[in-house]
């Protein structure tokens, strides 16, 4: 929380915005017996007793590594549809990879006509579990929520990113209605799980590739930065803190997102991004999060160079605070689970102020 706050901590903060199934089986086994944690498959294929088996090692690898900070995400219902599909509590159809990554292939909202009298689902309880299992067993540590906001919410319900972009030019009213809509449904989450003890909140939804943002910085500021804004300002006066993440080049989105409020940019992919010009620029008014490359360094390297990564990346971000070490997204199933362990322990090797 210093470094979010762009102070200087005792030392680099090691944190990640998520690992999957096979992630955390993977490297939850470098420190318990395997026969405790259940096969890989997707979550929701899972029993009730393989999901707390997959959290009990989850718990277990982020105290092993002492990580400063762990993530929860938002759990809405999912339903399989068939071997390729499954479903979610907002009634988005997702097509599932071979590694179990959805992606938005129909929504239930068509049109301006099908947004009038859409009743969204509210978030419950039981979306929250994880966020209660990790609050619980990290009593001294940060701990964040992860959900999608105003444009990936909306992309997901019109069924596809590419519809939305075209709703900017062809049917904005409907695009305010639904940004409207699912921030609403936003600022609920947000107060559910301040009370339920959340730290700060990761924004998902991807607002860039690597050439630049899949949207113009004018179309950013009509139709999303009033309601980052919004949620944003409602995470603060809660006492929290919010962290926008984004794949690809954000440079030119960066100021208007530290103009909504936020507080930290994650992952400053290093494809298309650099660390040390992004730290220059603008670590005065945000900090920074993440570049250690997990495309190819994490899947591909050993933990010799994952270990020159890190010290290098920590060289050029560090200096004066504001920056908190993971990977360049997320530690997926191609990340090695010996160069995961190489990463953190060369933070603590490298990252003391």
Not at 59 to 77: Q, R, Y
Not at 227 to 251: A, P, Q
Not at 257 to 269: F, K, M
Request: aromatic share 8%.
């Amino acid at each position: 929380m210093t470094a979010l706050n762009r102070g200087i901590p005792d030392r680099v903060p090691v944190w990640e915005l998520a690992f999957n199934e096979s992630s955390i089986i993977g490297i939850a086994k470098h420190f318990m017996d395997a026969d405790k944690l259940p096969a890989v498959k997707p979550v929701m294929d899972m029993s009730d007793e393989e999901r707390l088996r997959m959290l009990f090692g989850l718990v277990t690898l982020l105290k092993e590594l002492d990580n400063d900070g762990v993530t929860a995400m938002w759990l809405p219902p999912r339903t399989r549809v068939d071997e390729q599909h499954m479903r979610d509590g907002l009634g988005v159809t997702y097509h599932l990879s071979e590694v179990g990554e959805p992606m938005a292939v129909d929504g239930p909202i068509h049109g301006p006509d099908d947004l009038k009298g859409f009743k969204l689902r509210r978030p419950e309880p039981g979306d929250f579990v994880m966020l209660d299992v990790l609050r619980g067993a990290f009593p001294d540590k940060a701990v964040g929520f992860h959900m999608a906001a105003t444009f990936k919410y909306s992309w997901s319900l019109r069924g596809a990113m590419e519809r939305l972009l075209m709703d900017y030019i062809l049917e904005p009213a409907m695009v305010h209605g639904l940004a409207r809509m699912v921030t609403d449904m936003c600022l609920e989450t947000v107060e559910m799980a301040m009370h339920k003890g959340a730290d700060f909140f990761v924004l998902d939804g991807d607002l860039a590739y690597n050439p630049g943002p899949l949207m113009s910085p004018a179309h950013y500021r009509e139709f999303i930065m009033p309601y980052h804004t919004e949620i944003i300002s409602r995470v603060h006066e809660l006492g929290g803190k919010v962290i926008k993440h984004s794949d690809g080049n954000l440079n030119p989105l960066i100021p208007s997102l530290i103009e909504a409020g936020i507080d930290g940019v994650h992952p400053i992919q290093p494809q298309c991004m650099d660390i040390g010009e992004t730290k220059k620029k603008f670590g005065d008014r945000v900090a920074v999060l993440g570049n250690i490359d997990c495309a190819f360094l994490l899947v591909f390297e050993g933990p010799a160079e994952v270990r020159e990564s890190v010290r290098r990346t920590i060289a050029a971000a560090a200096p004066g605070g504001g920056y908190i070490l993971s990977s360049s997204n997320s530690i997926h199933p191609g990340v090695k689970p010996e160069n995961y362990i190489a990463m953190v322990k060369a933070a603590r090797e490298f990252g003391k102020y």
